[in-house]
């Protein structure tokens, strides 16, 4: 008997370029292979071109982005993809919208994440979340946390405007010192809030791992995402 077929995955990225390079760099390395016909064969369209989900949901007057994720979905789909993924968080928002558009399953990094937390053991109950404030102001986690038994602890107004800018400086390629101080203070800002475990949800901030001396639990959402994304593809 022939093995079964691999399926093919369709990444709808360029939110930014370099999380989806995070991206796919950690999906080759959760494939063990020996050769290159080993790997999972993936379809990327890392679209620079979207527009600003910072812009559209926090600043509130950029343009929507979802037809332009739809239009990349459907277009993976026609190419090929079995399944497709989307390696930024804030992006998750329009998950629904852009799933219905498609015939092809779309994996949600939000509850692959949650379902990451509820395996700790201890399992903690609040959580800091590391994300960019998009993320608390559409409730993408909060809610969905909640329903785990979780509860989500987000950095205060000065804490988002420090992680605000350590995404756009992952985004601009001009991280500094200064900026890593910046996240491991809001970090320890949510240790002193009480959180037990740390949610990396932005995929600029997985780009840098863990803040620098962060000694609790941390689940990184790409990563959750990276091992659905090869158990899918070999399922």
Do not use: W
């Amino acid at each position: 008997m022939s093995a079964p077929r691999e399926k093919t995955v369709g990444v709808i990225g360029g939110m930014g370029p370099e999380a989806t390079v995070e991206f796919q760099r950690r999906l080759i390395a959760a494939v063990p292979a020996r050769d290159d016909a080993d790997h999972i064969h993936v379809l990327v369209d890392n679209n620079t071109k979207i527009p600003s989900r910072i812009a559209a949901l926090i600043e509130g007057h950029g343009e929507d982005p979802l037809p332009v994720l739809i239009a990349m979905a459907k277009g993976l789909e026609k190419q090929g993809a079995d399944f497709l993924v989307i390696p930024c968080n804030t992006a998750h928002y329009y998950l629904p919208a852009i799933a219905a558009a498609v015939s092809i399953p779309l994996l949600d990094m939000v509850g692959l994440s949650i379902a990451r937390l509820a395996a700790l053991s201890p399992k903690p109950e609040r959580i800091g979340m590391l994300a960019s404030p998009a993320v608390q102001k559409v409730g993408l986690y909060a809610a969905r946390l909640r329903d785990a038994g979780f509860a989500a602890l987000f950095p205060d107004e000065t804490g988002e405007e420090k992680i605000l800018r350590v995404i756009r400086a992952v985004k601009a390629n001009a991280m500094t010192a200064e900026h890593r101080k910046d996240y491991a203070a809001v970090a320890g800002a949510l240790v002193q809030a009480g959180a037990q475990a740390f949610l990396i949800a932005c995929t600029e901030l997985s780009v840098l791992g863990p803040p620098e001396g962060a000694t609790l639990p941390s689940i990184d959402a790409l990563d959750a995402l990276v091992d659905a994304t090869v158990a899918e593809a070999r399922s």
